[in-house]
């Protein structure tokens, strides 16, 4: 049996690890985090008997704590609560699947404590990659990436290296669907509304990453996650615009070899993939009918009309306490859209001007990530007069 913890299990990744764990027999749940949907997290509860459910919103949580009362769940709140979840001493893998930089303190606790990480949450790593590598060096525990172009590049890596533990990496390309908006011009974007940029032509994910996915600020996020992740420089990674989301994506080797690893759009795999690595276990309804796809196709990315990938590069090079800040300043301004409150194209513009505004902090502690995080939250809206 092995014991894992969920945290954010009412998501799109959650519920799809809950997927994963109803079909093998073999894994034991003890903790389930969600933020506000205790509807869904009830019926978790009830289905999967976790020793610990926690819910961000306190509120929240005091209303779950009324219905599981004839349960033997015990219910947390808070990050304080995602924080003990994350460091469970009978959990061996704790999944971190809650969206933005509230997922950074759970992520640390359970690497404090030495667990393995499936980490989804991809701005963990953004905003905190360098703190983040120095606590696994010290605590030993393993990171094994979720999101499916980190898990391409990882499973790729790890083909290599159990044949040839010398080959070198030239360069990780990473694909990306392009999103709804793919091929479309700034003057074709001027008017998108939410409800149109949350349709996303291959997956099906929550609105912060969706909307993400429509700007390219998804990619820009994964490029940092990338260089965090596999120590590797930005410019060592390129993307490249694969519309069919067959390619998950790629390595290239000193001699030119490119290895991609390849499957139909789901994230099923890559969340399985982490919890049992480095075992491969047997998995039904994924196979891939490449001729029923008949053609894989590629483009360069166009970094001037979605302006949060050329950014991304940019915070990369720039480093310290740049990755944070773009990412601080996304998550409100894609809040703000949602809310329609700005346009589309203004994401991008918005993200440029934080950024120039920004005086960066060296070597950031954690806490100077926290300010720094808050500092571009607050020129959003500034900026905005929200
Ligand atoms: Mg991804």
Known sequence: MMNIVILGSTGSIGTQTLDIVRSRGDIRVVGLGAGRNIELLEKQIREFHPQYACVAEEEAARELTIRVADTDTQVLSGVKGMEALAAEPTAHTVVGAIVGIAGLRPSLAAVRTGKRLALANKETLVAAGDIMRRELQISGAELIPVDSEHSAVFQCLEAVAQTRRSAEVKRIILTASGGPFAGKTREELRDITPAVALRHPNWDM??????????????????????????????????????????????????????????????????????????????????????????????????????????????????????????????????????????????????????????????PTLEDIFEADQWAREQVLALTNQ
């Open 206 to 363: 929550g609105a912060k990453i969706t909307i993400d996915s429509a700007t390219l600020m998804n990619k820009g996020l994964e490029v940092l996650e990338a260089a965090q992740l596999f120590c590797v420089s930005a410019e060592k990674i390129d993307v490249v615009i694969h519309r069919q989301s067959i390619i998950h994506s790629m390595i290239e080797l000193t001699d030119g070899a490119v290895l991609a690893q390849m499957g139909v759009p789901d994230m099923k795999l890559p969340i399985q993939y982490a919890l049992t690595y480095p075992k491969r276990m047997p998995m039904t309804d994924n196979t891939l009918d490449l001729a029923a796809i008949g053609s894989l196709t590629f483009e360069k990315p166009d970094m001037e009309t979605f302006r949060p990938l050329a950014l991304a590069y940019e915070a990369a090079k720039t480093g310290h306490t740049m990755p944070c800040v773009l990412n601080g300043a996304n998550e409100a301004a894609v809040s703000l859209f949602l809310q329609n409150k700005i346009k589309f194209l203004r994401i991008g513009d918005l993200l440029a001007q934080v950024m120039q505004n920004h005086h960066i902090i060296l070597n």
